[in-house]
């Protein structure tokens, strides 16, 4: 049995039993296994506040299931990424960005390593309040 054989679960398309890699730190704050601060959670969606933000208002918003990039995405997840997307004007208002068009938000996703991405779970940076910021 090769290696791809192997990792293949019946349960997911993705290669990983139920949708999860069990060695990935945002599957491990999913479960978690590794402490975050919500923002907001369903039963397909996480978000939580980047360790590490950039801006007055920075959290990721992530699929529960394990895609490892952009680059993995496929027809069958956009009914699941039209919901994450559609939760992020509700998400930044309640978190403190101001209102558009004077205040706004950025969103921003890094894919691969060209893309600067530096964990391998989709995830989508939302960005807001009053500038200047670290980064972005
Ligand atoms: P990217 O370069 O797009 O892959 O960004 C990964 C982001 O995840 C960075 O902004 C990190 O600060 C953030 N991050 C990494 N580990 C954690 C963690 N345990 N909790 C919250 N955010 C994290
Ligand atoms: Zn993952």
Not at 3 to 22: C, F, K, L, M, N
Request: glycine share 8%; charged share 20%; net charge neutral.
């Amino acid at each position: 049995m090769n290696t791809h054989a192997r990792q293949a679960a019946p349960e997911s398309p993705h290669g990983h039993a139920a949708g999860i890699d069990p060695d990935c730190i945002f599957c491990k704050i999913v479960a978690r296994k590794i402490p975050s601060r919500a923002v907001y959670e369903d039963e397909e969606i996480y978000a939580f506040h980047d360790i590490n933000p950039w801006a007055p208002v920075h959290f990721l918003l992530i699929p529960k299931l394990h895609i490892a990039s952009m680059a993995q995405v496929q027809a069958e997840h956009a009914p699941l990424l039209g919901r994450l997307l559609a939760l992020v004007p509700r998400l930044a208002l309640e978190q403190g960005c101001q209102p558009y068009p004077e205040g706004g938000f950025r969103v921003l996703t890094n894919t691969g390593r060209d893309g600067g991405q530096e964990v391998p779970h989709l995830h989508f940076h939302v960005l807001g309040g009053p500038r200047p910021w670290l980064r972005g």
